[in-house]
């Protein structure tokens, strides 16, 4: 078969290296940033993913920005964002343009399976509407749209494109059989076949909306917890041993990347227009909204405490990516720190190895050199080694506010400097 990837990202390059590599299949790419497709066409991977940028060396199949290297396909794999707008409500251009791109190469017997997070209803409402007005094909019958939702967690070192378990939904049980072979072919975990379009989409959603209201909770114990004066993370470690029916959570500064903090606005959105209001859904959100204007609260009582105002006061702010080594902004709340910190005045060095364009500092001991206080946005494994008591005393820290909880709390309250950490 010929199969067609739509948007080469964290999503979709992997899942064209996999599919390239494991079968025997013909591998096309289109992605419409010509920049994008000119690395990639190079074997230079766009993304911060290990595994990819390995696969990608090896892997033989072609890449376009011209939606023609698409013609013949048998399957249309569209793996392209799926954002919010900045009022929360849910950006479907993306996907609605990834659907126009395949239009003209939908023929009988195609199938269109989108891989983006979606919320129930979005293949029947949208995706199916869009083809079937344009191509006298009929869904089900002459064509088939599936869905079998990403789950890649860039960075993780054991669960990848080839071994996480997936679900898969159609217009058509057998369709849903025929697909889910395909994805056996290159996929070692579990493909579950679902009983249709709308049970797959919800399942993608609650996985993200599960973590986002867990993480809503301990965020929230966070702040109720610093007034009563106990520590969240020991008490965390605590239930912990509990060997069931207890899942720890972790709180922080923020909740980032192109999932968490934006599906569950997906469902929000569309059980709105049905009539049902998701409280919790949202008030969780509030919540993780709040975390970055939290963890700048804990910095101004720290600086009261000394009786320094933030404004000029030099503040190393430290990462910018949402996630522990991984180059990625997307909604990232250290991006929101910083921005808090700009409005109120404070002079503020910003570092982020993975990011030295963004970056004000060349290095760790730059941004430290000058600062009276540590932000740590970021939990990346060189700040996690390098912020030691000893090395904070050396720059003269006098304030670590740990938005990760990742630092020796302990090691640096010893060591005389003031620590906050979230809940902590
Ligand atoms: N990043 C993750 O960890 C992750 C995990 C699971 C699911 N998802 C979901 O997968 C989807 C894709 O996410 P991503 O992280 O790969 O996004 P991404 O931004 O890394 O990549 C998307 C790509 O699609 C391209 N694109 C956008 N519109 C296009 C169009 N009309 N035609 C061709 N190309 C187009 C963009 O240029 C970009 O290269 C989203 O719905 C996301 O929620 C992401």
Not at 45 to 62: A, H, N, T, Y
Not at 158 to 165: A, K, Q, R, S, T
Not at 238 to 265: E, Q, R
Not at 354 to 366: A, G, H, Q, R, T
């Amino acid at each position: 078969m010929k199969i067609a990837i739509i948007g080469l990202g964290y999503v979709g390059l992997p899942l064209a290296c996999a599919i390239d590599l494991k079968t025997s299949h013909e591998v096309v790419g289109y992605d419409y940033q010509s920049k994008k497709i000119d690395k990639i066409r190079n074997r230079q991977c766009p993304i911060d993913d290990f595994q990819c940028s390995e696969d990608l060396k090896v892997s033989r199949f072609i890449v376009s920005d011209q939606t023609e290297i698409m013609t013949d396909s048998d399957i249309f794999i569209i793996c392209v964002p799926t954002p919010v707008l900045n009022d929360y409500t849910p950006d479907l251009t993306p996907l609605k343009s990834g659907v126009e791109a395949i239009l003209p190469y939908i023929k009988r017997g195609s199938y269109v399976m989108v891989e983006s997070t979606i919320n129930p209803g979005v293949c029947d409402e949208i995706v199916i509407p869009m083809i079937e007005d344009n191509i006298d094909l009929k869904a089900g019958i002459d064509f088939d749209v599936a869905h079998c939702p990403e789950r890649i967690n860039p960075g993780d070192p054991y669960w990848n494109v080839y071994n996480i378990p997936r679900n898969i939904g159609s217009t058509r049980p057998e369709a849903t059989t025929f697909l889910a072979d395909f994805y056996r072919s290159f996929i070692s975990g579990e493909i579950n076949e679902m009983p249709n379009l709308k049970t797959v989409e919800a399942t993608k959603i609650i996985e993200n909306t599960f973590r986002d209201i867990n993480i809503a909770f301990v965020n929230e114990l966070a702040k109720s917890f610093d007034v009563l004066n106990i520590d969240l993370m020991a008490v965390i470690k605590g239930a912990s041993n509990k060997p069931f029916a207890f899942l720890p959570h972790f709180p922080g500064c923020g909740v980032g990347g192109h999932c968490i903090p934006v599906d569950p606005y997906y469902l929000i959105e569309r059980a709105k227009q049905s009539g049902f209001d998701h409280k919790l859904l949202k008030m969780a959100r509030e919540i993780n909204n709040s975390m970055p204007e939290y963890t700048i609260e804990k910095l101004t009582d720290a600086l009261n405490i000394v009786e320094r105002p933030i404004k000029n006061t030099p503040i190393a702010l430290l990462g910018l990516s949402y996630k522990a080594n991984v180059g990625d902004l997307r909604e990232s709340p250290a991006i929101i720190l910083k921005n808090i910190l700009h409005e109120k005045q404070a002079a503020t060095f910003v570092y982020d190895p993975y990011f030295p364009e963004y970056s004000n500092v060349d290095s760790l001991e730059m941004a430290l050199e000058n600062s009276y206080a540590v932000v740590l946005a970021t939990d990346h494994n060189l700040f996690k080694e390098k912020l030691t008591p000893e090395f904070l005393l050396k720059y003269n820290i006098r304030i670590v506010i740990d938005g990760k909880n990742c630092l020796d709390k302990e090691n640096i309250i010893k060591a005389g400097i003031l620590y906050k950490g979230i809940g902590t």
